[in-house]
């Protein structure tokens, strides 16, 4: 189910490149590392969901404490790298294709 949900959104986005012409390997090499992003992020979100906002962790010398789960902080970083990347394909607006001139939806 990850692997075709993550196939899905870079056929996706390549579709999207080859209608603005934007054919390298580059630009392809870019939407896998947005994938692997993508993939990264919702495994960080698992482990939100496995272990919660707060963790419990114990210190070297044995005491136990809850802190923020690091998890949290790194998909936040992930998420806006991968805007980042889309903004540099110029893929944050979807690219419309056959649309004609009297198509106003």
């Keep these: ?3 075709a949900r993550v196939d899905s959104i870079r056929e996706d986005l390549i579709n999207q490149l080859e209608l ?3 054919h390298h390997s580059y630009y392809r090499d870019m ?3 947005y994938c692997d992003y993508f993939e990264m ?3 960080l979100m ?3 969901k496995k272990k919660g906002v707060r ?3 114990t210190s070297g010398n044995g005491f136990t404490t809850s802190k923020d789960n690091g998890s949290i902080m790194l998909s936040i970083k992930v998420t806006q790298t991968m805007l980042k990347i889309l903004n540099d394909l110029g893929l944050r607006e979807p690219v419309m294709s056959d649309v004609s001139e009297d198509d106003y939806l």
């Design 46 to 48: 698992e482990d939100v």
């Design 31 to 33: 939407v896998d590392q």
């Design 55 to 57: 963790v419990e962790v």
């Design 20 to 22: 603005k012409g934007m």
């Design 41 to 43: 992020k919702n495994d």
């Design 1 to 3: 189910m990850k692997k």
